[in-house]
């Protein structure tokens, strides 16, 4: 049997979605890779990761006139691969689209260093899960192989990117609560970004 081609770039709501990489180190409890295989159609399970070269070949079959932004998404935590994201992010700009990575947040810890300064003038928002309110919560929901310490270094990570210029939005979905919502409200203002509350949609 002919084994399924990878997908390292896809069409999602009109922009362009890069899977660079499977790996994460939470395990929430939301999360889409629990129930299922891809996004709108699209396996994004791995049978390897791709190099920069092979995303920038994939991701620039799908780019059109009409195309506005590269997204760094995946089914995994796209930080994982920084160097290639960032290589990607660079061909991203050089086509003038705009570059978002979405993230837990955690870069700077998986990758034992300070990732921030790489982000700096190649991805234009920073989307952090910010998922909670508090420590416990988020442990709570996101399982993450950092136990307590996530949280901090989650809030830190966006505060850092705020701060280097970084257009940097937290989301957290309503289902929290009003109180939770008012919470994340004042973590994000101390970090420096942007609150977004997303509505709760129940998929499955
Ligand atoms: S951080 Fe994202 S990829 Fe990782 S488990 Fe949570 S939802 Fe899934």
């Known amino acids: 049997m002919k084994k399924r081609d990878d997908v390292y770039a896809y069409l999602y709501g009109g922009n362009v979605y890069i899977n660079l990489t499977n790996r994460c180190c939470n395990n929430c409890e939301f999360c889409l890779r ?23 070949a994939a991701a620039g079959k799908l780019i059109t006139p009409e195309t506005k932004e590269m997204v760094f998404c995946g089914y995994g935590e796209p930080t994982y691969r920084v ?43 920073v989307s952090v899960s910010l998922n909670e309110a508090n420590a416990q919560a988020y442990d709570r929901v996101c399982h993450s192989i950092y136990g307590a310490d996530a949280f901090e270094e989650m809030k830190k990570f966006a505060a850092a990117c705020s701060a280097k210029g970084i257009n940097t939005v937290m989301s957290v979905v309503d289902i929290i609560g009003e109180d939770a919502v008012k919470e994340c409200e004042k973590i994000a203002k101390k970090c420096g970004a942007k609150l977004r509350v997303r509505r709760y949609e129940k998929k499955w």
């Open 34 to 56: 629990n129930t299922g295989d891809g996004v709108g159609g699209s396996v994004l399970w791995l049978n390897r990761e791709p190099t920069a070269e092979e995303t920038v």
């Open 83 to 125: 160097d290639e994201m960032v290589e990607v992010a660079k061909f991203a700009h050089s086509k003038g689209l705009k570059t978002r990575l979405n993230t837990n947040g955690l870069g700077s810890r998986i990758n034992g260093c300070d990732i921030t300064d790489k982000l700096v003038g190649n991805i234009d928002t």
